[in-house]
């Protein structure tokens, strides 16, 4: 089972699968929500090969601002 790659969790559930059996999935973390296809590099794929200054802690989760709304569509003119 894979761990996420940007913080290490190991909750990964399968978004999607590819039309034909075992050509790729879509992966999302539990926790980080970092979402990523298993035919992309290891760079984006393994968390040994991930960038550090891109890994995150479940502390830095934690300290993380809130997202903000994304605010509703304007109405055309």
Known sequence: MPV????AFETV?????SP???????????RCLYTWRTTEPARR????AYPEQFRLTAD???AAPE???VPPLRTPA
Request: charged share 30%; proline share 10%.
């Open 67 to 69: 997202v903000p709304a």
């Open 45 to 48: 794929t393994r968390r040994e």
């Open 13 to 17: 559930e399968t978004l999607h699968s």
């Open 20 to 30: 034909v059996p075992d050509v790729w999935d879509v992966l999302q973390c539990g």
């Open 60 to 62: 830095d989760i934690e």
């Open 4 to 7: 996420c790659p940007r913080c």
